[in-house]
């Protein structure tokens, strides 16, 4: 029986094929943003707790360092989300609608967060600047992240589950109270966290392969940021296993057959080990590796923002996979919405998108080139 509420019969404006590929190519950036806010506030709180108690080493500077950069990837990480949030809306409206309503006053309650995220974050960023101590805001900031992350797990998961949205209903009509019962959530929730370590470890070692970094200031990026990626990397291919597995068997059989999913997979697991290899590499390395790269470190920034973007955007397409099976088997097929191409407005929507990228990968690469030329090797 299929459980879902019909489907608007409004024709989507573009094939289904471009909604999705869109949808997963800015969604993956999306986590991407995610997972280095998450990581910069926990290496942030980290360096300055250390660096509150010992000989400093540079910790506090080095955390101040990465608490300038996370406003500016806050901005990214919600821009980078609204234009999934129309693209699954477009596309599964009826379920995401659905869900949000059962879990109403959580979902509601991301925009409180975010607004407090957001003062905390000016809050650190201003108290690093003038010398003073930041960690209980850093603390407390993680802690909003992590309630906004939980609730967007909980109600992507909740959308798969037409079946539980009757009771929920019965039980309140407040959207007061999260789901029970899907041995998938907590999982998908704790792969995005510990996602933080990795994609914070590998933001961690680019920010010190960066030109104006003194050779010290590179050796301790280079050395915590490297923990942090094998950390980061071992517990997520735990949790990843974890959220495979708690899917209902229909689930697996469905990704399995065809070869697109496995090879999804496997693409996945090689590169958590160049990831895991590539942070082993960097930890062992020590101050030795820093003199050796010199003037070239900032080639290993850009492979570790190349490994991380990879990994993040081969997970956000296995994800939707599982929802678009787990959908199918619930009896809705996202690849039969109506369509009818209205070509001006998907030209146009298609100029913008790229003239934006641009833009961006423009913006982002005058600030990396242009540092000032305090090269770690000349000292
Ligand atoms: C601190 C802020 C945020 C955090 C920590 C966060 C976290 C997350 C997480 C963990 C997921 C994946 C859930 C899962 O599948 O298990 C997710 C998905 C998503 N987020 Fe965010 N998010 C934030 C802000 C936003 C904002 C501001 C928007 C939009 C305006 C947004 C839009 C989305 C959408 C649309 C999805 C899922 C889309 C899909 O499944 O197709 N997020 N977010």
């Not at 940021?225 to 950390?231: E, T």
Request: aromatic letters at 12%; glycine letters at 10%; hydrophobic letters at 55%.
């Amino acid at each position: 029986m299929n459980l879902f509420p019909m489907a608007d019969v409004i024709p989507l404006p573009a094939p289904v094929w471009l909604f999705k590929t869109l949808h997963i190519l800015l969604l993956g950036l999306h986590f991407v943003a995610i997972q280095l806010l998450i990581g910069g506030l926990v290496i942030s709180t980290y360096w300055v707790i250390r660096g509150g108690r010992q000989a400093d080493g540079g910790m506090r500077e080095a955390g101040r360092q990465v608490l300038k950069t996370l406003p500016v990837v806050t901005t990214y990480l919600i821009n980078l989300g609204v234009p999934p949030l129309l693209f699954a809306q477009v596309l599964f409206g009826h379920a995401l609608y659905s869900a949000s309503v059962m879990v109403g006053a959580w979902w509601i309650g991301v925009i409180f967060w975010l607004l407090s995220l957001y003062y905390l974050l000016y809050v650190a960023t201003g108290r690093g600047e003038s010398g003073r101590g930041w960690w209980k805001v850093t603390a407390s900031a993680l802690a909003m992240v992590m309630v906004v992350a939980f609730t967007f797990s909980t109600v992507m998961t909740l959308m798969l589950r037409p079946e539980a949205w009757a009771d929920m209903y019965r039980q309140s009509a407040g959207g007061i109270y999260l789901p029970q019962g899907d041995p998938t959530t907590v999982p998908r929730w704790l792969y995005m966290l510990c996602g933080g370590l990795t994609l914070g470890g590998l933001g961690v070692v680019a920010l010190g392969s960066m030109k104006r970094q003194t050779l010290d200031m590179r050796t301790l990026m280079f050395r915590d940021g490297a923990v942090m990626i094998v950390v980061g990397a071992l517990l997520q291919t735990l949790f990843a296993n974890l959220a495979w597995t708690s899917q209902p068997t229909l689930v697996h059989d469905a990704l399995a057959s065809g070869t697109a999913y496995s090879t999804l997979r496997a693409v996945w697991l090689v590169l958590a080990l160049a990831i895991l290899g590539f942070g082993a590499w960097i930890a062992t390395g020590g101050r030795g590796l820093v003199e050796r790269w010199g003037r070239k470190a900032p080639t290993l920034g850009w492979i570790a923002s190349l490994l991380g973007i990879c990994l993040t955007l081969v997970y956000a397409a296995f994800r939707d996979g599982v929802r678009d099976k787990t959908m199918l088997i619930k009896g809705f097929d996202v690849t039969t919405l109506p369509v009818y191409i209205n070509w001006s407005v998907l030209i146009a929507f298609l100029c913008m998108v790229v003239a934006t990228l641009v833009a961006v990968g423009w913006l982002t690469t005058l600030v990396v080139t242009n540092q000032p030329q305090v090269e770690a090797e000349d000292e």
